[in-house]
């Protein structure tokens, strides 16, 4: 990685995977005139896309790409012949999971905030979610998901074992510490310690590190009860560190919170490498519909922009998405009376950043729904 050549990894994978990943390449070629840098892109299989084209749904070629480039940026996996058959012997997530754990992705990082103007999208009360503002830590590539997996012949009985060593929790323990005194210093973690033990071995680790930010207020939460106050009262959260299985499913719950799951961004970290992708699925009903909300994807962007130390250019970005977002310029899921497809809403974006209040968009026709060029 030099001061502004950058190797991207570009995997696309399933469903709407490669639509929303066009725009995100849209938006890195107008970010690479804008702020003189240059991208290079290096394109690979996974997935369900790779398990059809090559049987393998993470082929050496991907990974040789991956572990090459300065970062990865991924789209979407899964497909609904695999997901209705229980007997797959390989499946595309397999590929996302070999991924994690060959660039050493330790830590899932997910940003969820509230955007005025989308409130009222949300199922929940506006006095609830108002100014919610959540960054959750997912532990990656140990727990339940890469433990031993057994299922006996006849089919009459199966296991997944839950493991974790103070090795796979001290690192990301020490990012969401990190985190928690850049914000409100607050930081929240989500087991279930009356009941496992690997909850417990996460609270005696944590409890050994918390003196080293005496900054920070650390406090615990069961799961089932973090599932309940996120949606009661999901201000009471800042930073929420917690482990692979749990994380999964509350940062999708939280995803709620802010309208759509199609404006979530993550970042998946390790020591060397870097993967960046929406946290939805490859949603195979809308693909080929025009109708998938690229923002995730975009705001992924961002955060790999961060990664690689182009913060002008990430913090541009971000304020080009909420210009998009104030006017009502979205996809389907955000307005079903007044919407734009997936590459009209890359494209808004991309023309914010390139030109910024001298866009040739017509805001005022937007806003009534008239043609938008003048």
Not at 104 to 121: C, E, M, Q, V, W
Not at 280 to 304: D, E, R
Request: charged fraction near 25%; hydrophobic fraction near 40%.
């Amino acid at each position: 990685m030099s001061n502004n050549y950058f190797k991207i990894a570009v995997l696309p994978g399933d469903g709407i995977g490669p639509e929303i990943i066009s725009e995100s390449i849209k938006i890195l070629d107008v970010i690479a005139e804008a702020f003189q840098c240059k991208f290079h892109f290096d394109y690979g299989l996974i997935g369900a896309e790779a398990i059809f084209k090559t049987g393998n749904p993470l082929p050496e070629e991907t990974l040789k790409i991956c572990k090459e480039s300065d970062a990865v940026l991924f789209g979407a996996i899964g497909d609904p012949v695999f997901d209705n058959n229980p007997e797959a012997k390989v499946r595309p997530e397999q590929g996302l999971l070999k991924l994690r754990k060959e660039l050493g992705l330790f830590a899932n990082i997910r940003p969820l905030k509230t955007y005025a103007s989308l409130i009222d999208k949300s199922p929940l009360k506006r006095e609830i979610i108002e100014g919610a503002d959540i960054q959750i830590f997912r532990e990656l590539v140990s727990g339940i998901y890469f433990g031993e997996k057994f299922t006996d012949p006849e089919g009459e009985y199966a296991y997944d074992i839950c493991k974790y060593s103070r090795e796979d929790i001290i690192p990301i323990a020490h990012m969401a510490f990190q985190e928690a005194q850049k914000r409100k210093k607050k930081l929240t973690l989500i087991d279930k310690a009356n009941v496992l033990d690997t909850s417990r071995l996460w609270r005696k680790t944590c409890q050994e590190i918390a003196p080293e930010y005496p900054d920070v207020e650390l406090d615990y939460m069961f799961v089932d009860n973090a599932a309940m106050q996120l949606i009661l009262n999901p201000k009471h959260f800042d930073v929420i560190l917690t482990e692979n299985m749990f994380g999964d499913i509350i940062s999708d719950e939280a995803s709620v919170i802010g309208g759509s799951i199609g404006l979530l961004p993550s970042a998946s970290v390790g020591e060397k490498n870097a993967l960046f992708e929406p946290i939805h699925g490859s949603y195979p009903q809308a693909k080929g519909k025009g109708i998938a909300n690229p923002v995730a994807s975009i705001l992924s962007v961002a955060m790999m922009l961060d990664h690689l130390n182009l913060h002008a250019a990430a913090d541009k970005l971000r304020q080009s998405v909420e210009h998009a977002i104030e006017n009502k310029y979205v996809t389907i899921d955000l307005n079903t009376k007044q919407y734009y497809s997936t590459s009209e809403v890359g494209s808004f974006i991309a023309d914010h950043i390139r030109y910024s209040e001298k866009s040739y968009y017509n805001f005022e026709n937007i806003k009534i729904g008239k043609s938008t060029i003048v």
